[in-house]
């Protein structure tokens, strides 16, 4: 299991004794719990160009704490956004990568962008993880990173929206959420195919969101169908592997062992698996 590294406030990425107390606890907390190792997830564009350096050298101290380990084979995976330019971020992977086991690209988190053009050209797309933003992002990594670094991490989950003049974004909604729609009689009006996107568009009477009751009548989502061309990028690309966010966004049996959703949950495990 890795667990979150939880990295310190960037200001003290550069103080080389500060990079080495947290690479350490780090490295003892691993230890302790008999860890797989931890994962970095900066998510940010602010980031100037001797901090995205002291960034490396952050990856680099951790792992090489993690290497010195006794019985132990603990690493570190990075984090990266859906692109290499998302939200003009513009790390240095190939470094990131060398000082980790993997690049986790979230592919996913990427609705209405294709580095903000989008909107003047109005091209831009309401689902989460469209197809065309997958196939730049996927090809501009390998270019940059030997391909045997990079994961390929989709969305177990959509975005909501009020269809108004513009969609107007309510926030994401689980896969399993989205199942619990379709069993309420009426309420899902329309349910089509954003060919473009690859992802499915749902129209409710009403909320989609029958969980938490939250606004947003219209909803983007994936599932096993539609997750399989944007999965099979990653064997085209020669990745190593995929991923999703995230497993519990699944349904389940209920305490009654009810299980109305058992194919549609297996076809999801089957998609990724294959």
């Given at each position: 299991m890795f667990?979150?590294?939880h990295l310190p406030d960037k200001s003290d990425w550069t103080d080389s004794a500060k990079r080495a107390a947290f690479a350490q606890a780090k490295a003892d907390k691993v230890r302790e719990h008999a860890l797989d190792g931890v994962f970095f997830d900066y998510e940010g564009n602010d980031l100037d160009a001797a901090h995205k350096q002291a960034y490396v050298q952050l990856a680099k101290d951790t792992s090489?704490?993690?290497?010195a380990l006794e019985n132990n084979n603990a690493t570190i995976f990075i984090c990266v956004g859906g692109r290499p330019t998302y939200e003009w971020r513009d790390y240095p992977y190939a470094d990131l990568a060398a000082h980790s086991e993997f690049l986790f690209i979230m592919g996913y988190d990427m609705h209405f962008w294709d580095d903000y053009t989008c909107v003047l050209k109005g091209t831009c797309s309401a689902a989460e993880a469209a197809l065309p933003d997958l196939q730049d992002g996927v090809?501009?990594?390998?270019?940059?990173v030997d391909p045997q670094k990079l994961v390929l991490g989709l969305p177990w989950y959509g975005q909501r929206y009020t269809d108004v003049v513009l969609p107007f974004n309510r926030g994401q909604i689980?896969?399993?959420?989205?199942?619990?729609a379709f069993d309420q009689k009426g309420l899902v009006a329309k349910k089509e195919l954003d060919k473009t996107a690859m992802s499915w568009k749902i129209t409710c009477k009403g909320s989609c969101d029958?969980?938490?009751g939250k606004g947003g009548n219209v909803v983007y989502y994936d599932d096993a169908e539609t997750l399989a061309p944007k999965y099979a990028l990653a064997r085209e690309h020669g990745l190593l592997g995929v991923g999703m966010w995230k497993a519990d966004n699944l349904p389940v049996p209920d305490d009654k062992g009810h299980d109305p959703h058992k194919a549609e949950r297996q076809a999801m495990w089957s998609a990724i698996a294959s």
């Open positions: 667990i979150d590294a090489k704490a993690l290497a090809k501009a990594y390998a270019a940059a689980d896969y399993k959420t989205v199942l619990q029958v969980e938490s």
